[in-house]
């Protein structure tokens, strides 16, 4: 026998059980918060309409010659209006993994927190914009990106009434 006794065993670490709820909820939130950090690098100096058009105006002309410079730059406002709704359209899919966890399929009412909690994200995100140089705040763009989340939700909702392996009856509650 060891010079240890019997009850003087090395013990495995054991791992306090907060943190293992908290790795299980990381497992269904991470995809949301980096789309989360993406957005927000979006929303940095890097990203104003002045170094977008820069960057996209010159191939629009290559591509559509014939468009007057207004033309071009309501093309341009456009695709930076729908970028709001896609980003987040995207990031209300991802939230909803989180906020669902181990459940499955889709309720109305993790569909609400997607949108609430994408919601508010625009509006934290808009207030970060309005201290970033060459950057502003917009209330239009919080409800784009409010219309955004809602059409995912409401994607979902659809694709699990539909779907036959989705639980389309039983797992769209209303």
């Known amino acids: 026998m060891s010079?240890?006794?019997?009850?003087?065993?090395?013990?495995?670490?054991?791992?306090?059980?907060?943190?293992?709820?908290?790795?299980?909820?990381?497992?269904?939130?991470?995809?949301?918060?980096?789309?989360?950090?993406?957005?927000?690098?979006f929303s940095t100096g890097y990203f104003n309409a002045y170094?977008?058009?820069?960057?996209?105006?010159?191939?629009?002309?290559?591509?559509?010659?014939?468009?007057s410079p207004e033309e071009l730059h309501q093309i341009h406002y456009l695709i930076r209006k729908a970028m709001h709704v896609l980003n987040y359209l995207v990031l209300s899919f991802l939230v909803l993994d989180g906020v669902r966890g181990e459940g499955r399929g889709w309720r109305w009412g993790w569909g609400r927190q997607a949108i609430l909690i994408c919601t508010a994200y625009a509006a934290?995100?808009?207030?970060?914009?309005?201290?970033?140089?060459?950057?502003?705040?917009?209330?239009?763009?919080?409800?784009?990106?409010g219309a955004g989340a809602t059409v995912a939700q409401l994607m979902m909702m659809m694709w699990y009434r539909?779907?036959?392996t989705g639980g389309a009856s039983s797992e769209a509650h209303l």
């Open 51 to 67: 170094e977008t058009a820069s960057l996209l105006i010159p191939i629009f002309h290559r591509l559509f010659p014939s468009l």
């Open 124 to 145: 934290l995100d808009e207030w970060h914009q309005s201290f970033v140089p060459w950057r502003g705040a917009s209330v239009a763009d919080v409800f784009l990106d």
């Open 162 to 164: 539909v779907s036959k």
């Open 3 to 41: 010079s240890m006794g019997a009850n003087q065993h090395a013990k495995t670490p054991r791992v306090p059980v907060e943190l293992l709820q908290t790795m299980r909820a990381l497992k269904h939130w991470w995809r949301a918060i980096c789309w989360a950090g993406l957005i927000y690098f």
